[in-house]
């Protein structure tokens, strides 16, 4: 039996940063279940529901590189605490927001955005810390099976508190998880090992060999970033995945409801399955990528081949979904396209701390910035498609196209080379 002394502390804080994550997606996603009963009660038509929906991507983009290099500079633990007490906050506010009026609401979801902004760029500043380089991708892989599992919670569990107790309280009940999560995570995470007062010396040892050193070293300007062609290799992928994983996790409830027939009650059900599907094959895609290069692969030919495998997988079913009309065989065929793009965790998501492993948190700022734009601009053009065309499949098909000029433009540019010191 394994000892409390004998534990792992680099795998607390990665199961944390997990918890964290899953809280996260669980505040971002109820509202893509909620506001169906929303908009009935409060008048919305579906563009309105996409600016909504995207208005929280606004504050997302603005603290992005912030948030990287105030982790990179003061520890990543004490940003993303803030973080995640501030973006509860928020979700909490959600309900009276929406009733004082329509202004007031865009602003607690920009708030809430801005909150959640830092989740990212400080896990990647800890684990460029923490993490040895044949761990990363699937400490990388874990820790994005928390976005479809908090997404499963959420799409599961927000139909019966709507139901039970009305909607407002998916909002009231999932920003309280936050203050929960913060306890624990002031308690058993440092920002760097030395910091860490139970951290053995075999595991400091194997941190040290790994990982970039800890000393501080004043970070480039955000601009030298973009001289690389490697750095825009990771952004546009970045953005190009994204705007599938946005304008799924904010569309699909309505597609399964308003497209396919579903009735409220079982969309939960319908729309979980690609997202169970997410969650399992992050983690072997991440555990995959890692045995690859421990086992002699080049570490760029292992970034390029899980990148192919990921955006061609997620393409395919894109190009297809919206053609089907059977609600089943559609969360099939979506189902495999997120098995398959659960891949990119062993490519472009990982690929930060190979680049700049010192400055993993501001380089995922950068790149997660463009990332956010397509929460804001694809699931309101998304919500303009359907308001002027009525087609789902013309949505899918553009986010498919999107990826595809993602995968070439990343197979054209990335690198594994280190770039910053």
Request: charged content about 10%; glycine content about 10%.
């Amino acid at each position: 039996m394994l000892k409390s002394a004998d534990w792992p502390r680099r795998y607390s804080v990665v199961g944390l940063a997990f918890a964290s994550v899953f809280v996260c997606y669980i505040d971002r996603v109820n509202i893509s279940v909620a506001i169906i009963p929303m908009a009935e009660e409060l008048g919305w038509n579906m563009q309105t529901q996409g600016t909504v929906l995207s208005s929280f991507f606004i504050g997302y983009l603005l603290l992005q590189i912030v948030g990287g290099r105030l982790a990179d500079r003061f520890g990543g633990k004490v940003v993303l605490g803030f973080g995640v007490l501030a973006w509860s906050v928020f979700t909490i506010l959600t309900p009276p927001a929406a009733w004082l009026g329509f202004g007031i609401l865009i602003a607690t979801r920009i708030a809430m955005g801005m909150g959640e902004a830092v989740t990212f760029p400080s896990i990647y500043s800890l684990y460029s810390r923490w993490i040895p380089l044949v761990e990363r991708s699937r400490a990388i892989g874990l820790t994005n099976s928390a976005i479809p599992l908090g997404t499963v919670f959420a799409l599961i569990v927000t139909p019966i508190i709507v139901e039970t107790l009305g909607w407002q309280w998916a909002f009231y009940l999932f920003g309280g998880v936050g203050v929960i999560w913060y306890t624990a995570w002031y308690r058993v995470v440092s920002s760097t090992p030395q910091e860490h007062p139970q951290l053995s010396d075999a595991e400091r040892a194997i941190i040290a060999e790994g990982t970039a050193a800890a000393t501080e070293v004043a970070p480039p300007h955000w601009f030298e970033f973009l001289k690389h062609r490697a750095v825009w290799a990771i952004i546009v992928a970045h953005f190009c995945n994204n705007w599938s994983l946005y304008v799924l996790l904010s569309w699909l409830p309505t597609f399964v409801n308003k497209g396919l027939g579903v009735d409220y009650a079982s969309v939960g059900l319908f729309t979980m399955i690609p997202h169970v599907a997410s969650f399992f094959f992050l983690n072997i895609a991440g555990n995959v990528a890692d045995r690859l290069i421990r086992n002699g692969m080049a570490v760029g030919r292992v970034r390029k081949l899980m990148q192919t495998i990921g955006f061609g997988g997620i393409a395919t079913a894109l190009m297809i979904v919206g053609e089907v009309e059977s609600a089943w065989m559609a969360i099939a065929i979506m189902a495999v396209g997120n098995a398959l793009g659960a891949f990119v965790t062993g490519g472009f998501a990982v690929n930060h701390m190979d680049l700049a492993p010192r400055h993993a948190g501001t380089l995922m700022g950068i790149t997660n910035t463009a990332g956010t734009i397509p929460g804001i601009i694809g699931v309101f053009v998304s919500g303009l498609i359907l308001e002027l065309t009525g087609s789902w499949a013309l949505v899918f098909q553009v986010a498919a196209g999107v990826t595809l000029f993602g995968l070439v433009f990343y197979l054209l540019f990335s690198s594994s080379e280190k770039i910053f010191d």
